[in-house]
Nanobody, 122 residues
Framework: VQLQASGGGLVQAGGSLRLSCAAS????????MGWFRQAPGEEREFVAA????????YYADSVKGRFTISRDNAKKTVYLQIDSLKPEDTAVYYC????????????????WGQGTLVTVSS
């Protein structure tokens, strides 16, 4: 499966963004989808994941209550709604897919998009 992330940009603290990740190729609905992010000089970290059905979600503690992951299997797209943005949310955001259950571990994801940059100004 090929993944293409979009929707990043420069926003002020307190603002919102919605990131999208469009998939092509093999059956999208069979994959767990995840979002990760990598801040400058930092390791890539887990943000959120959603089950193939969209029923189950899993968030990193640092984003609970501000980030919402969702998916539209008909459009082969997964979304990440980011509200109340903080400067520390500045990072390149990556979407990823795996043919298994919800896990937060980077190395368990098989397919990756190219990333979209989110910059939050204070």
């Amino acid at each position: 499966v090929q993944l293409q992330a979009s929707g990043g940009g420069l926003v002020q603290a307190g603002g919102s963004l919605r990131l999208s990740c469009a998939a092509s190729g093999r059956t999208f609905s069979g994959y767990t989808m995840g979002w990760f992010r990598q801040a400058p000089g930092e390791e890539r970290e887990f943000v959120a994941a959603i089950s193939y059905s969209g029923v189950h979600t899993y968030y990193a503690d640092s984003v609970k209550g501000r980030f919402t992951i969702s998916r539209d299997n008909a459009k082969k797209t997964v979304y990440l709604q980011i509200d109340s943005l903080k400067p520390e949310d500045t990072a390149v955001y990556y979407c990823a897919a795996r043919a298994g259950g919800l896990v937060p571990f980077i190395h368990d994801y098989d397919y990756w998009g190219q990333g979209t940059l989110v910059t939050v100004s204070s």
